[in-house]
Nanobody, 123 residues
Framework: QVQLVESGGGLVQAGGSLRLACAAS????????MAWFRQAPGKEREFVAA????????????SYADSVKGRFTISGGSAKNTVYLQMNSLKPEDTALYYC????????????WGQGTQVTVSS
């Protein structure tokens, strides 16, 4: 059974930084693409960043929502089965519940989700 557990959320002032972590178990990390999504109160869940590849023989590629490009960095390693989201220059509009998600290479949707970690950015 796949389990994703997020950590690292908290309260930070605007301009500050946080590093989120997602520990994955029950999956072969090298066979998955991993992503971060977020959901703010009253809004739909939105994509933040992903680290993915088309098959097990290709390099990972990272992608970002325009709203976080240049400020957030996603990284991960199969050695620790953990994916990270480094968030710099945080803004109040980054306040949301952040979710980690996993998608098996070749699948069309993210089928594994964590419970989320809260990020609150004060102005």
């Amino acid at each position: 059974q796949v389990q994703l557990v997020e950590s690292g959320g908290g309260l930070v002032q605007a301009g500050g930084s946080l590093r989120l972590a997602c520990a994955a178990s029950g999956l072969t990390f090298s066979r998955y693409s991993m992503a971060w999504f977020r959901q703010a109160p009253g809004k739909e869940r939105e994509f933040v960043a992903a680290i993915w590849r088309t098959d097990e023989n290709t390099y990972y590629v990272d992608s970002y929502a325009d709203s976080v490009k240049g400020r957030f960095t996603i990284s991960g390693g199969s050695a620790k089965n953990t994916v990270y989201l480094q968030m710099n220059s945080l803004k109040p509009e980054d306040t949301a519940l952040y979710y980690c998600a996993g998608r098996r290479i070749g699948a069309s949707e993210y089928s594994s989700w964590g419970q989320g970690t809260q990020v609150t950015v004060s102005s």
